[in-house]
């Protein structure tokens, strides 16, 4: 029977592409299977929620992964680090013979098993019946065990120790962030060479981000506990397909610091992504009043690397979307109170039924100050027909 289950095994493996352990830092491709409880997992959820996965691929007449498996350490590292403990990891134990029945890993008129498999595991059992996910992850021979870190990056290691698996969990656990710099023309101060922070001075600029209400309709509920040092406005980044930039993937709010760096609630450099495996994507830009931009080329994800759309008019799609707001440094440009992506009379009405406020977070305030008068029609007059690039349009 063993020997029978191993040649299927092979042989089966064999009509597929050749396999091969898949290397360190490859991307885990994904997958939803359902475990001898009936509970489904979906890999790329687990992974886009922030949680390491752990995935054990082995087989129940295998004596190295019975011994592996009663060496306790995936059940201590579950136990620690699992849902009833820090609630960082999954781990899935994944049994590829598809000639060996669930019976198998309860020791069940099963003598090829080595034995009571569930017994001995709190984290969940998958019994595969396709090969298809063994192909998927290179399994060549059992058990080999894959740690996939946020983003989906995977390491492989033979039989890991807790110790391994933790160091694991402390360097591949490192939720990537979007970082851009971006400067808007309303509230640029050419005397400081940095943006005015008046709404938040002022008392005006929310702490809870404003693109829920339209066009946008961005409903994440992002707060701040208090406002990040520096911040000048709310901003809404896009993540948009690398072979189609129409195509939206995720989105994000932040603050903007005065500087133009973008900044998430808490005031780090950057805004998280969840839900993003890494690729290439290209960065766009929302506020309030001022015209979208979108990055010329799409930009590797995750990255280290500042997106600077200030340094030049090349940093942005289309041909004139930015402003220069002094020699060398450029904006988005100021006056689209209604979001649209076109600057035009749609704008203006919104502005002239309330251009005398005082102590507003309104979105027809081009100069983010908190104060709506004639500097902001100025703003608007200067700029009025300027038109974002099509995909930017919101309806
Ligand atoms: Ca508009
Ligand atoms: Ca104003």
Redesign the pocket.
Same mark, same amino acid.
């Given at each position: 029977m063993k020997l029978f289950s191993r040649f299927i095994f092979f042989v089966i493996l064999g009509i597929g592409r050749l396999s091969a352990t898949l290397p360190d830092g490859s991307i885990a491709p994904d997958f939803t299977l359902t475990d001898i409880n009936g509970q489904t997992h979906h890999l790329y959820d687990y992974i886009g929620a922030g949680k390491m996965v752990v995935l054990d691929f082995s087989a129940t007449w295998c004596g190295n992964c019975w011994n592996y498996h009663n060496s306790g350490a995936l059940e201590n590292f579950y136990t620690t680090y699992g849902p009833a403990g820090t609630d960082q990891v999954r781990v899935l134990f994944i049994e590829i013979d598809l000639a060996t029945s669930i019976d198998c890993l309860y020791d069940i008129n099963c003598p090829s098993s080595q034995g009571n498999w569930v017994a001995t595991s709190s984290y969940p059992i998958i019994n595969l019946t396709s090969n298809s996910t063994s192909i998927a992850f290179g399994i060549t021979g059992q058990p080999t065990i894959y740690s996939i870190g946020t983003g989906g990056y995977l390491l492989h290691d033979p039989m890991p120790s807790v110790a391994t698996l933790e160091n694991n969990l402390s360097t591949i656990i490192t939720i990537p962030r979007v970082q851009a710099r971006v400067l808007l023309e309303g509230p640029y101060n050419i005397a400081t060479h940095q943006m005015n922070t008046t709404l938040a001075e002022s008392g005006m600029l929310p702490l809870s981000q404003p693109f829920a209400t339209e066009p946008f309709y961005y409903n994440e509920p992002i707060v701040a506990a208090t406002l990040p040092p520096l911040a000048t406005e709310w901003v809404l980044l896009e993540l948009r397909d690398k072979n189609d930039s129409s195509h939206l993937i995720a989105r994000s709010a932040g603050f903007l610091r005065s500087d133009g760096m973008l900044i998430d609630s808490g005031g780090a450099l950057g805004l998280t992504i969840q839900n993003i495996l890494p690729d290439e994507y290209y960065i766009a830009i929302r506020t309030l009043h001022h015209l979208p931009v979108i990055s010329a080329s799409p930009v590797s994800f995750p990255s280290s690397q500042v997106y600077d759309f200030t340094t030049s008019p090349s940093q942005v799609f289309g041909t004139d979307q930015l402003y220069a707001l002094e020699p060398g440094v450029y904006g988005l440009f100021s006056g689209?109170? #209604? =979001?649209? =992506?076109?600057?035009?009379a749609? #704008?203006y009405n919104l502005w002239r039924q309330d251009n005398a406020a005082v102590n507003v977070y309104a979105p027809y305030d081009s100069d983010a100050n908190g104060v709506i008068n004639n500097l902001d029609y100025n703003i608007w007059y200067k700029n009025r027909s300027k038109i974002a690039i099509a995909i930017l349009h919101l309806p």
């Open positions: 689209d109170y #209604d =979001g649209s =992506g076109v600057i035009n749609t #704008d």
